[in-house]
């Protein structure tokens, strides 16, 4: 069998631009104002920016060393450190499959909401509108007795759109698209920020959002919270990554390339957060309330806190315009990256060419997500899915592998000099202790609180019944689908794989590089 050379990057902007794009998503946008405002305000920056150093970028630069070193998706990369992690990386995969299933189902709300805005349709009540007359919400979880068709066409029109970027390949589908998405959602939010600086009551919304409260770095959990933002919004823990690096150059630096994404990632997090508290201290100088009592964050925020703004400011159309189109651009390269996931662990996985794997498997993610999501049920399962694929996928997931590979099989030494060879920036010890005690010590302690917190009270007042099926059943399924995934046989064309023989028409790539 003639195996076919991996695709790589056309540039090291093409990959940096892919990269920042899978980490810049919904959760920076919605997610990081309202952690910062709760966690000490312009104090939560300091412990924000020590998880950043200590966890956020030396776990993308092991992520990119492993991607690039090995040249595969996560499980077959896994396999060639020891062959029975190959289950911690079709866990991550799983764990991919399930998040894309709901992530385009929020895309799709951002598109109709696009629309909703030139006529602000959801008029005095923006809360009534979002659950009753677009989502039409169930009264209780755990029931599902209609489609909604306002969500299920967009979400196929998502679906499609992810789908033809990818079926593109690597350079001209997700590159060229990040090329466009990138600066597109940069001059759109900047607009955004501008603007809602010039509203009444802008400075309310960011005094409340900046002004420090130092007594709360004494506080575990703000420490705690810190490490969770950072390590939720990189995009690490479940193979993107290692996925986006596998098709580097082998010459590519690695740890200057996770400078750029992470630093990249953080600044517009602050960007997203001064837009937001400068929109939401406008609301509050309108309602005459502090501004704590507009702040919200995640589908709260988005889909009713800004609608309700859209419809008292100025030429609040084009503004929520603006402020959709940004969500969608961003939720689209991150969707895009957690797709390739899938479809590139399959292609490794049985020598499946590009087009049948993205439209067989990334097809298979599409109709699942269509048949589970645009019902008047859906919203509880997207919820209860969200928060325990989260919490005991990505944050799970990450801690064993970073166990694994750092306790048992002792490969970041292995790692350290593989980075070392092409990076400007040379690791030093404490890129080893930062993964091998403090990050592997944080992630634990997460573990301990998120199960106490799950244990003293059932997420959201759910049923138990409901959260073992839609919660704990989806993360569970993950695990064991990832686990049965990996005793399967690796075989390619009907041969078996040589996992430690390299293509030698990547070689030859390789020595044309520039």
């Not at 986006?244 to 400078?259: E, I, K, N, P, Q």
């Not at 189109?325 to 939720?331: D, E, F, K, N, Q």
């Amino acid at each position: 069998m003639t195996e076919q050379p991996r695709e790589q990057w056309a540039t090291r902007a093409g990959f940096l631009l892919a990269a920042i794009g899978s980490a810049i998503g919904l959760g920076n946008i919605w997610r990081f104002p309202a952690v910062a405002f709760e966690n000490g305000g312009g104090a939560f920056l300091l412990p924000y920016l020590v998880a950043l150093l200590t966890a956020g970028i030396p776990l993308l630069i092991m992520e990119y060393t492993i991607g690039r070193k090995y040249r595969m998706s996560p499980p077959a990369a896994l396999r060639r450190m020891a062959r029975p992690a190959e289950a911690l990386g079709w866990w991550q995969v799983m764990v991919s499959f399930v998040i894309a299933t709901y992530y385009a189902v929020i895309l799709a709300w951002a598109v109709r909401y696009v629309g909703f805005s030139v006529g602000q349709q959801w008029g005095d009540d923006p809360e009534g509108f979002l659950f009753g007359t677009f989502l039409k919400v169930a009264p209780s979880p755990g029931t599902v007795s209609s489609y909604v068709p306002g969500v299920l066409w967009p979400l196929i029109a998502v679906w499609a759109v992810v789908l033809v970027i990818l079926a593109f390949g690597i350079r001209r589908g997700i590159e060229r698209a990040n090329k466009i998405f990138i600066p597109l959602l940069v001059v759109f939010f900047t607009a955004l920020v501008i603007r809602s600086l010039t509203l009444d009551g802008a400075s309310a919304g960011l005094d409340a959002l900046f002004s420090p409260d130092w007594s709360e770095l004494g506080n575990g959990s703000v420490w705690v919270a810190a490490y969770g933002q950072i390590f939720f919004s990189l995009s690490i823990g479940f193979g993107i990554m290692v996925t986006y690096a596998s098709y580097l150059r082998r010459r590519a630096d690695l740890t200057g390339s996770a400078m750029v994404a992470g630093f990249a990632n953080s600044s517009f997090e602050i960007l997203a957060g001064i837009g937001v508290f400068a929109t939401l201290g406008f609301m509050a100088t309108s309602a005459g309330v502090p501004v704590g009592e507009v702040a919200t964050s995640g589908l709260g925020l988005a889909f009713v806190a800004f609608p309700t703004v859209i419809s008292q400011m100025p030429l609040g159309g084009l503004f929520g315009v603006v402020f959709f189109v940004s969500l969608v651009i961003a939720g689209l390269s991150s969707l895009i990256s957690i797709v390739q996931v899938v479809v590139s662990a399959v292609q490794d996985r049985t020598g499946m060419r590009r087009l049948p794997a993205v439209f067989g498997v990334g097809g298979l993610v599409a109709i699942v997500s269509i048949l589970l999501y645009p019902t008047d049920g859906g919203l509880y399962l997207l919820d209860a899915s969200d928060h325990f694929i989260n919490q005991y996928g990505i944050a799970l997931a990450a801690l064993v592998a970073l166990v694994v590979i750092a306790w048992f099989l002792r490969a970041l030494p292995g790692l350290q000099a593989h980075a070392d060879e092409t990076s400007a920036i040379r690791l030093g010890h404490w890129w080893r202790i930062c993964l091998g005690v403090i990050t592997p010590l944080v992630l634990g302690w997460m573990m301990v609180d998120s199960l106490r917190a799950e244990f003293d009270e059932n997420y959201e007042g759910y049923s138990t019944g409901f959260l073992l099926v839609s919660g704990w059943g989806v993360a569970i399924f993950a695990l064991l689908v990832g686990i049965l995934l990996s005793l399967l046989p690796w075989k390619a064309g009907g041969e078996d794989i040589d996992l430690d023989m390299e293509a030698p028409a990547e070689r030859a790539a390789d020595r044309k590089e520039p």
